[in-house]
């Protein structure tokens, strides 16, 4: 039967093929119908490469795309096609504004230190990168001791 499948491929006839195996033609579309087909799991996807590649490059330019988008798909589907492409959603950290203040402060320091070489500016901690709660729930400082001296932690 293979070999009846490799000539119908090829672009012989019914007929053609009858002849060259001398069997009915019934039995040539019979084996054509009931041939191997590839095995399918799951339920087919809503959306198609291109849809994907699109909702894609829409998130990475505008982070609210499901309205702009007119999917027909839901948000948990965008959410998913997002993950694949190792897009994930984080919850921004609530901090509190800088003030003109803050920032006269912080530009007075540097001026007053922009002589200062590379390893005295690393010394200096940066509190707006990282917050330090004062204990968490469990009652363990917020503090971590990392490579032999104890600094504040980022969480």
Not at 29 to 45: D, H, M, Q
Not at 105 to 126: D, M, S, T
Request: with cysteine; proline share 6%.
């Amino acid at each position: 039967m293979r070999f009846s499948l490799k000539l119908i491929g090829e672009g012989k006839t019914y007929k053609e093929v009858q002849k060259m195996i001398s069997c009915s033609a019934k039995m040539i579309s019979n084996a054509l119908k009931w041939r191997a087909k590839p095995e399918t799991r799951g339920r087919k996807r809503k959306t198609t490469i291109k849809m994907d590649r699109r909702i894609t490059r829409m998130a990475k330019a505008q982070p609210m795309i499901k309205d702009s988008l007119e999917l027909p798909v839901s948000t948990v589907t965008v959410r998913r096609r997002l993950c694949e492409a190792n897009l994930f959603t984080r919850i921004p950290r609530k901090v509190p504004l800088l003030k003109k203040r803050h920032v006269q402060k912080r530009l007075q320091f540097a001026k007053e230190h922009i002589n200062w070489p590379k390893e005295k500016w690393r010394n200096i901690l940066w509190t707006d990168e990282c917050s330090s709660p004062p204990a968490t729930p469990n009652g363990i400082s917020g503090r971590k001791w990392m490579g032999g001296r104890r600094v504040l932690f980022c969480s």
